[in-house]
Antibody
């Protein structure tokens, strides 16, 4: 059974940093692209970042580019999101997600339960 | 960026109806379109990928189709358990973009 378990969320002041983690199990982690997707309170879904199987390629929307860094440790089956210079508009539940096919940039086949990040003074 | 225009924003349907939700892409996306269901307090769940393929474990009353750059999710004879918010996603090119969501209430 595929499991994705996020951790690291919490309350953080504007301008500060936070690092999220996602522990994956139930599949060969190194074979899949992985992603972060967020959802502001009572709002829709927003893709935040994707990383290739080896970690050599990363993708971001303009809203987080230069502030957020996605990374992975295939030996630990873990995904990370380093968030710097946080803003109030980054307040959201952050979901770890696995892409669909091995080695492919495609749909999100599995999602974690999410971790809430609140940016406020 | 590719814009995904999803409609309607909300709808109320009976258990005997056929429910249709649409997403129109601002350009061609070559069927790189997926649909997700989200229930209150839960994470999204994949329903349809590649525009028409049913994800594992998803009931056959869900189906996807395409007409030009408009993609549709159809729920035939919905169940009460199908209440929730539905989102489309284009994965043709980054930045990936979701539709704004459709809130479905079954009456």
């Amino acid at each position: 059974e595929v499991q994705l378990v996020e951790s690291g969320g919490g309350l953080v002041q504007p301008g500060r940093s936070l690092k999220l983690s996602c522990a994956a199990s139930g599949f060969t982690f190194s074979n899949y692209y992985m992603a972060w997707v967020r959802q502001a309170p009572k709002k829709g879904l927003e893709w935040v970042a994707t990383i290739s199987t080896s970690g050599s390629r990363t993708y971001y929307p303009d809203s987080v580019k230069g502030r957020f860094t996605i990374s992975r440790d295939n030996a630990k089956s873990s995904l990370y999101l380093q968030m710097n210079s946080l803003k109030s508009e980054d307040t959201a539940t952050y979901y770890c997600a696995r892409h669909g096919r091995p080695g492919q940039l495609d749909w999100f086949a599995y999602w974690g339960q999410g971790t809430l990040v609140t940016v406020s003074s | 960026d590719i814009q995904m225009t999803q409609s309607p924003a909300s709808l109320s349907a009976s258990l005997e109806e056929i429910v249709t939700i649409t997403c129109k892409a601002s350009q061609g996306i070559d069927d790189y379109l997926s649909w997700y269901q989200q229930k209150p307090g839960k994470s999204p769940q994949l329903l349809i990928y590649d525009a028409t393929s049913l994800a594992d474990g998803v009931p056959s009353r869900f189906s996807g189709s395409r007409s030009g750059t408009q993609y549709s999710l159809k729920i035939s004879r919905p169940q009460v358990d199908d209440s929730g918010i539905y989102y489309c996603l284009q994965s043709y090119s980054t930045p990936y973009t979701f539709g704004a969501g459709t809130k479905l209430e079954l009456k």
